[in-house]
């Protein structure tokens, strides 16, 4: 005996009025904390060949990005521009990030 019918029982119905709460949830959670991770990386990587002194920075970011991800998630619920969210704050994230990542290599290499 089959529990399951047919295949698309399986298959997710997007054109359900819960994908776009979710969608919309997990980009202002995930994406505001990427969004917010890149943009300490970046901050950080920046300041340190300049001089300043690591554990100063970092304090200062980490209090700093408390209210750049509240006020992210915030935008983020409020809204009506899904692929705007989705755009920013994934894509921003993930472009600091890189961004970070080449700066502090290079930092490391001496260049």
Sequence with gaps: ???????SDFMPNFSSPAWPIAS????????GY???WGLI??????L???????HDVEMGMLMLGLLV???LFLWGMATDKL???WLILFGGGVAMTVMAS??????????
């Design 1 to 7: 005996m089959l529990l399951f019918s047919d295949r």
């Design 24 to 31: 919309r949830i997990f980009a202002s959670l995930v994406g």
């Design 34 to 36: 990427l969004f917010t």
């Design 41 to 46: 990386a970046i901050i950080i990587a920046g």
């Design 48 to 54: 340190i060949p300049l001089g300043v002194e690591f």
């Design 69 to 71: 991800y509240l006020s």
């Design 83 to 85: 692929i705007w969210l």
């Design 102 to 111: 080449v700066v502090q290599q290079s930092f490391l290499q001496g260049i």
